[in-house]
Nanobody, 121 residues
Framework: QVQLVESGGGLVQPGGSLRLSCAASGSIRSINYMAWYRQRPGKGRELVAS???????NYADSVKGRFTISRDNAENTVSLQMNSLKPEDTAVYYCYGNIQTTTSYILMNYWGKGTLVTVSS
C-alpha cells in the first residue's frame, strides 16, 4: 500500500505565497514521476507541474515563472512553491506519484486526497 498525503493549503491574498508539500509512504521501491494537479471550481483536473526523479520539470503555461516544483528523492516528498498567487489559482491541489512498490515491478498511479488553496482578498 502506498499513501500520498498533501499539506500546506489554505487561504491567501492575491499576490501572496503558499508552499504545498506531499509525502509518499508505504511499500515504495522507487518513484519515477511526481506531479501536482489541480481542479478549479467547475473545471476538470489539470496538470500544474511535474518532476521526474532525475530532476526534469514541466509546468503549465499558466503557472510558469510563479510556481516551482521540487522533490526530495531520499524522503519521497514533493513540494510546490506558489508565488504571486492569483484568484484563478483557487483550486483543490492533488499530489500524484508514478510509483513502483516493493511487491510489484509495475509502475502504478497514486493520488493524494487533495488540499484546498483559496486565493481571495
Amino acid at each position: 500500500q502506498v499513501q500520498l498525503v498533501e499539506s500546506g493549503g489554505g487561504l491567501v491574498q492575491p499576490g501572496g505565497s503558499l508552499r504545498l508539500s506531499c509525502a509518499a509512504s508505504g511499500s515504495i521501491r522507487s518513484i519515477n514521476y511526481m506531479a501536482w494537479y489541480r481542479q478549479r471550481p467547475g473545471k476538470g483536473r489539470e496538470l500544474v507541474a511535474s518532476i521526474f526523479n532525475g530532476g526534469t520539470t514541466n509546468y503549465a503555461d499558466s503557472v510558469k515563472g510563479r510556481f516551482t516544483i521540487s522533490r526530495d528523492n531520499a524522503e519521497n516528498t514533493v513540494s510546490l512553491q506558489m508565488n504571486s498567487l492569483k484568484p484563478e489559482d483557487t483550486a483543490v491541489y492533488y499530489c500524484y506519484g508514478n510509483i513502483q512498490t516493493t511487491t510489484s515491478y509495475i509502475l502504478m498511479n497514486y493520488w493524494g486526497k487533495g488540499t484546498l488553496v483559496t486565493v481571495s482578498s
